[in-house]
């Protein structure tokens, strides 16, 4: 069976100037320490976003095995990436920050202190009376530390994988349809105007804004859903300016918060679907794309505003490379998640801070 499928948030993309040297601090902070690829290739479906010109690049897929998604930390090798021409602001429209689960507030607080992130602001609740912060990575990028209670396994780590990301969009109710119907995040906790006071951690304690907090089910699909767990996506509309994209006058590679990427399966029935309702994907790889060590199927689509969201369907990944060890995924019912046990083999690969 192939059923069209949302399994959960596979990854985010991170472009950066130096993949190996951004991994090593990520590994330290958020125990990203189980690398699923690490490949370095040319971009060659990627022109539509890179000026119409291939691309090089390094990149590195790294997983918490704990639960969440991963980072796929992308260094290009072609070219000097950029920065945005302007600092990155809580008004901007595209991927302002990636939440991450922890199970202990104040201690993840503490660690990240320790590691030398750059602390925005002490724990406080957020609109649904969770405690969380933010803080910046040594790149500049906003990371939201979240107290959450979905989890793959448990270990001594402070932190899990991501739990989701923050939004800019100009519409929120434009902006639903594509998270809520097509990306499956369908319940909404949270949808209410105002200034909010844990916001003065990013400079934005005094503008109003339309929050919408949107939650995946906690039924997970997939080969790996179980170890994605639950997501959530949390939505920004404000009317204060200026609305900057996020990646206005750059290429997809160049430096922040590139992508959100969502595992799933029947990539074929999604894309008719999503043509349905007048959505196209703007980058298919068609039937496989190969990174060496993982296999499958990626295209993108755009929300209203332009942030880009991958998909990713996978064939094939490496249990053990040393031992040519793969799991081939290509004709399981996707509608079940492996054996915990098999998943926890790829903890086989952890590389240590």
């Not at 399994?7 to 190996?20: C, L, P, R, W, Y």
């Not at 959450?148 to 434009?174: P, R, Y």
Request: proline letters at 3%; a neutral charge.
């Amino acid at each position: 069976m192939n059923l069209a499928t949302i399994n959960g948030i596979q990854q985010v993309g991170i472009g950066v100037k130096d993949a190996n040297q951004a991994w090593a601090w990520y590994r330290k902070a958020f125990k990203m320490d189980v690398p699923i690829f690490q490949d370095s290739a040319e971009a060659k479906l990627m022109t539509r976003y890179t000026s119409g010109k291939v691309e090089s690049r390094h990149a590195i897929l790294a997983l918490n095995m704990q639960g969440g998604g991963g980072f796929e930390i992308w260094q290009y090798t072609s070219k000097e990436p950029l920065a945005s021409e302007q600092e990155l602001t809580w008004k901007d429209l595209g991927i302002l920050a990636v939440k991450m689960r922890c199970h202990d507030i104040q201690k993840t607080h503490k660690h990240l202190k320790s590691v030398g992130a750059q602390m925005l602001g002490e724990p406080v609740k957020n609109p649904i009376g969770i405690w969380h912060f933010y803080v910046k990575d040594p790149y500049g990028n906003t990371f939201e530390i979240i107290e959450n209670g979905s989890w793959f396994s448990k270990n001594k780590d402070l932190t899990g994988g991501v739990l989701g990301v923050v939004i800019g969009v100009s519409s929120i109710d434009a902006a639903l349809p594509t998270y809520q119907k097509h990306l499956m995040q369908s319940e909404i906790l949270c949808d209410k105007t105002g200034v909010w006071e844990d916001f003065v951690q990013v400079g934005e304690g005094s503008s109003t804004y339309r929050r919408a907090i949107l939650q995946g089910s906690s039924v997970m699909t997939g080969a790996f859903g179980k170890l994605f767990c639950q997501t959530q996506i949390e939505l920004l509309e404000t009317e204060s300016q200026p609305r900057n994209k996020v990646f206005e006058n750059r290429n997809w590679g160049d430096l922040g918060f590139i992508h959100l990427c969502f595992d799933v399966n029947g990539m074929g029935a999604i894309k008719e679907k999503l043509a349905q309702d007048g959505i196209e994907l703007t980058v298919d790889s068609g039937n496989e794309f190969d990174m060496g060590k993982a296999a499958g199927r990626f295209s993108y689509l755009e929300d209203p505003d332009g942030t880009w969201i991958e998909m990713v369907e996978t064939f094939k990944v490496p249990i053990m490379e040393k031992l040519g060890w793969y799991l081939h995924l290509h004709k399981r019912d996707n509608t079940k998640n492996l054996p915990n046990f098999i998943v926890k083999l790829l903890s086989l690969n952890r590389v240590k801070a």
